[in-house]
DNA sequence: ATATATCGCTACGAAAAAAGTAGCAAGAAA
DNA sequence: TTTCTTGCTACTTTTTTCGTAGCGATATAT
């Protein structure tokens, strides 16, 4: 439950997701989330890296092997959300 | 990335892990999610049941179709999770 | 050296979300 | 009728997030 603590917050997500392409500058990142602000980007990325799902390498920010390891449970869910949101009105993302 | 912006929302993955036992009662979920205020649950469950992941059922709450498949991709979270919880100190899971 | 640009990040006020507590209306049971 | 439980709303306080501005450090160019 401790899992879906972390994960549950804002953008915590989508920080996971984006960084799965490889290493990212902070302001790639902000980008590339539709403009997080860097409050609490920064706040995501300090949590994740003390849980050692995040690290800091040579291009900038990067998931750890662990946090790869997420990733490849998180996969899935790509392709199971385009049929999802195939099944929605368009309204219903918005709530 | 709608998807992670649903279900990256206080609670949500709670309640949907919580409801692959079965169906619950309102305040049934609410008491085994540590008692999260019945506003946001509420709220949850309505979000939950518009975007068809929730519906009502004969024993209150209940995972759709579509429901249960998600949780398929959610559970091996629960296993990755025990892990994970393993390799930090204890402190890190609250921050 | 000076100017320019990009980087990670902090500060700060405003807005939104969640927590926490109390309690109501409806239905079932006694 | 009284008593319970259930789903849920109301309301206030606390926490989180947003949005913008901008600093200090490093790099690159002039």
Redo the contacts between chains.
């Keep these: 439950?401790?899992?879906?603590?972390?994960?549950?917050?804002?953008?915590?997500?989508?920080v996971v997701?984006q960084l799965s392409n490889g290493g990212m500058t902070f302001r790639q990142i902000q980008e590339s989330c539709?403009k997080v602000s860097p409050t609490v980007l920064n706040r995501r990325l300090?949590?994740l890296t003390?849980?050692?799902i995040v690290e800091r390498g040579a291009s900038g920010y990067q998931l750890t092997a662990?946090g790869l390891?997420?990733f490849g449970?998180l996969k899935?869910?790509g392709t199971?959300?385009t049929k999802?949101?195939e099944?929605?009105p368009k309204d219903?993302?918005h709530?």
């Excluded at 439950?1 to 989508?14: K, N, T």
């Design positions: 439950m401790a899992l879906f603590d972390l994960l549950g917050r804002s953008w915590a997500l989508g997701w539709e300090k949590e003390t849980s050692g662990t390891e997420l449970i899935p869910f199971w959300s999802w949101a099944s929605l219903d993302l709530e």
